[in-house]
């Protein structure tokens, strides 16, 4: 005599997902920190730039911007922190 077990199959339903929300609608950057960015592109495409330290011309977009942000940081206007290097 064969024994049969019974095998349940699983129907396991999919975990329903919630509709994706943003989860804060508030600023990143203050409307201001975006004008000190495009006051410091300005002064890099005119060749007026210049770098902190070594005082060497700005040239690349990604410096001019950082030297934006990090105006309107001192400033004390609402930027998001600097990245950590590591």
């Not at 495409?45 to 309107?72: H, M, N, P, W, Y």
């Amino acid at each position: 005599m064969a024994t049969k077990k019974a095998v349940k199959k699983s129907t396991k339903k999919a975990p329903t997902k919630k509709s994706a929300k943003k989860s804060s609608s508030t600023r990143k950057y203050s409307p201001s920190s975006g004008n000190d960015v495009e006051r410091e592109m300005k002064a890099m495409k005119q060749g007026k730039l210049k770098s902190g330290r070594s005082g060497k011309k700005v040239t690349s977009r990604k410096q001019a911007i950082a030297i934006g942000l990090s105006e309107a940081r001192k400033e004390g206007k609402k930027v998001p922190p600097a990245p950590k290097k590591g």
